[in-house]
T-cell receptor, first 115, second 113 residues
């Protein structure tokens, strides 16, 4: 049962335009949502996060939007640059009782920014 | 220093070999993690160490043996692996175990022949 879903395996965007990466989740108990960026042969790099009590978080060219009623979040990159070409993983973090927690990753979306 | 380092970058080993993967961070993080990532799949959690003690073992086979000698180092000892264990092994760290922001190393690409 996949709790975090990235339904688009790949996305191509022209340089300078907006990139929108989408993520859906099924567990309403997630406390934080995160986006990681991964280049080939490197580990995932933390990009931006959002608390479940917020609906928007912005950091430079990156903005994450959270729609709790739809259980949907998206990452907007504006303007897109060729260096943004990478695989983007959506992840969700939940604290649960008795001190336990889980960090669940989606399968990733490969973004290609065309010069 | 916001870096997690891992050695070696690549490792090829036979099914009868014993080898170790190493991970190091100097960010003062007290939680460290091992993940396994197969091609085109998300990272899967294997182990969590919190304050140098094993906190979570996600039912990983005993041929994988983690070790945390001190707060900056994390090892993964490998013995009698199978070809299906070939994957990218990622180390990560976070300020504390329940911190959601994890910093990943570049990974060790392991091939078992």
């Amino acid at each position: 049962d996949q709790q975090v879903k990235q339904n688009s395996p790949s996305l191509s965007v022209q340089e300078g335009r907006i990139s929108i990466l989408n993520c859906d989740y099924t567990n309403s108990m997630f406390d934080y949502f995160l986006w990681y960026k991964k280049y080939p042969a490197e580990g995932p790099t933390f990009l931006i996060s959002i608390s479940s009590i917020k609906d928007k978080n912005e950091d430079g060219r990156f903005t994450v939007f959270l729609n709790k009623s739809a259980k949907h979040l998206s990452l907007h990159i504006v303007p897109s640059q060729p260096g943004d070409s990478a695989v983007y993983f959506c992840a969700a973090f939940a604290y649960s009782g008795a001190g336990s927690y889980q960090l669940t990753f989606g399968k990733g979306t490969k973004l290609s920014v065309i010069p | 220093d916001t870096e997690v380092t891992q050695t070696p970058k690549h490792l090829v080993m036979g099914m009868t070999n014993k080898k170790s993967l190493k991970c190091e961070q100097h960010m003062g993080h007290r939680a460290m993690y091992w993940y396994k990532q197969k091609a085109k799949k998300p990272p899967e959690l294997m182990f969590v160490y919190s304050y140098e003690k094993l906190s979570i073992n996600e039912s990983v086979p005993s041929r994988f043996s983690p070790e945390c000698p001190n707060s900056s180092l994390l090892n993964l000892h490998l013995h009698a692996l199978q070809p299906e264990d070939s994957a990218l092994y990622l180390c990560a760290s976070s300020l504390r175990e329940r911190s959601y922001e994890q910093y990943f190393g570049p990974g060790t690409r392991l091939t078992v022949t």
